[in-house]
């Protein structure tokens, strides 16, 4: 037709393509899922999670991540909502729809260049740092970074020393004194009464290097779990037992969730301002520091006002002694206790 005779044309010389996939229109809307079930994912394997409906460890349930999620990520700790087969016999699956806002994330880096965050586990209220007392000796650059990771993903830390019955935890736990971070000792020989109490009703992370015995206290913890335990190697190293983060229901209320045994904790995603906040009693005196002030002190930041805030009595020398060994751990992570 030539453009002279368009004028002549209508809405009803329009001829449309019909759908070679049917008539229905596609549409953005996504379903509302009103009727979705609560659940805390407890193990992730294989494209597979595993959660508990209501957080009850006697309703689990195997889901697979829908579509409309796309490549959001589902940890350990997740609170979720489910819908399809939540019945949770032998080969259902159902679909996990939505994931709410966590409260706490525990992160880490494969070393400090890796730009690639690893969340560990997610919703935790407490992080369970373990480190043996001897064989393997205890690292304090390793401890120093778990408590920065935990104080920058909102858990509240605990030291808990294991192999009291092969040295004293005294001088190591003077070393915390200031910065408030309730200790736990186990030994060997003995029921751990007081790390159960500090786990009940809650959702607590339980890290630390391979070999401290981290899977012996979640074996004595939850007798059925068979976590695998090793023993030390010649050279002081703790061989990896525990190949995946599992959330483990306790007998007295509560989830303890057994990581795996790493050597290395990453902290390139975390600043020092991060650190600092920490430290509510020294976090507004930080902000009277020049910019891109790492808080160290001299010779590195020699004007940073920590230490004139510390000369007119506003903090005491241990409780800044403490802030920058944890802010030179992100510099030193392999510094041993000795």
Known sequence: ?????????????????????????????RPDHAGASQAMVVAVAKGRWTCALERDPRRLVTAMRARELGRTPVVVGDLVELVGDTTGVAGSLARIVRVAERTSVLRRTADDTDPYERVVVANAGKLIIVSALADPPPRTGFIDRCLVAAFAGGL???????????????????????????????????????????????????????????????????????????AVSAVGKGRHTSTSAVA???????????????????????????????????????????????????????????????????????????????????????????
Not at 5 to 22: F, K, Q, T
Not at 249 to 254: C, E, F, H, I, K
């Open 248 to 338: 483990l229901p306790l007998a007295d209320g509560g989830w303890v969730v057994d990581t795996p045994g790493i050597r290395s904790f990453g902290l390139a995603h975390i600043t020092p301002a991060d650190v600092v906040a920490a430290f509510p009693d020294l976090h507004a005196a930080a902000e009277e520091c020049p910019p891109n002030c790492g808080h160290l002190g001299p010779p590195e930041d020699p004007d940073c006002y920590l230490d004139r805030f510390l000369a007119d009595g506003g903090s005491s020398p241990g409780r800044l002694d403490s802030l920058r060994r944890l802010l030179q751990s992100r510099v030193r992570p392999d510094e041993k206790f000795g």
């Open 156 to 230: 509240s830390p605990v030291l808990c020393l294991t192999k009291a019955d092969l040295a004293a935890p005294d001088r190591l736990t003077a070393l915390y004194a200031e910065l408030s971070v309730p200790v736990v000792v186990t030994r060997a020989d003995t029921e751990p009464a007081e790390l159960r109490a500090e786990l009940a009703d809650d959702v607590s992370a339980m890290i630390g290097h391979s070999g401290v015995g981290k899977s012996t206290l979640v074996n004595r913890l939850v007798p059925d779990a068979g976590r695998a335990t090793a």
């Open 1 to 29: 037709m030539s453009r002279q005779g368009w004028h002549s044309l209508d809405e009803s010389d329009i001829r449309v393509r019909p759908n070679r996939r049917g008539t229905r229109p596609r549409s953005k809307r």
